[in-house]
């Protein structure tokens, strides 16, 4: 039985990782974290048309926009959670931006990032949880 925490069926939190409150997530691999969207965030978007990717070397401080997403509704940015370096990116998604919807959490991957200063201001899932249920409130 899993411990994610659930929003209506189709928000789905993973509790084995943190998140940003620009509904990135990020999960620590040994010295490196992979950096994706939310699920609630792909929903949002609606259908993906690409992913424009940083190069392997780019170096990003907190805050700054790391990569664009473009749906057919919207183009988003994804920032970095800290100082990071860019360490590998899922090159799948250059040809089917769609497996985000379809896999968020873990096919659908953006980065992999080492970071180049402090890693602190990512919050826990239920804190994450509590932002994606007040942004529906809204809705």
Known sequence: MSDDINIVDKYI???DRLYTTTHEWMKKEGDVWLYGITGYASVEMGELAFVEFPEVGDKFPKGEPTLTIEALKTVEDSYAPFDCEVVEVNEPLEDDANIIHEDPYEEGWLLKLVPTG?????????????IVKKEIEVH
């Open 13 to 15: 939190i993973k509790t």
């Open 118 to 130: 402090s890693e602190e201001g990512l919050i826990s899932p239920e804190e994450y949880a509590d």
